[in-house]
């Protein structure tokens, strides 16, 4: 729970595209191909992947402190500044 669907965008907003309701990760990881050109790709010695994603670099970030928001807040600070 990021915390977005108890703000004013309200969880019918996300619902569909959230990967932590319903099916959502299935969803997301039948996708991956089409949208990056490629499956995960991960082996015993590296599970990157398989915990983050298809991916070029992971980049640290930091949020505001979003009251409610899981982890740092920074997807829910992003969503509620449109």
């Excluded at 108890?6 to 319903?22: H, N, Y």
């Excluded at 015993?44 to 070029?56: M, Q």
């Excluded at 505001?64 to 829910?76: E, S, Y």
Aim: aromatic share 4%.
């Amino acid at each position: 729970n990021c915390g977005l669907c108890r703000t004013a965008v309200g969880v019918a907003s996300v619902v569909d595209a959230c990967a932590f309701l319903g099916d959502g990760m299935s969803r997301a990881e039948s996708l991956e191909a089409q949208v990056h050109g490629r499956s995960r790709e991960y082996s015993e010695d590296d599970l990157a992947e398989a915990h983050f994603g298809v991916h070029d670099t992971i980049v640290l970030a930091r949020g505001r402190g979003v009251r409610d928001a899981q982890w740092t807040g920074v997807t829910t600070a992003i969503a509620s500044s449109r």
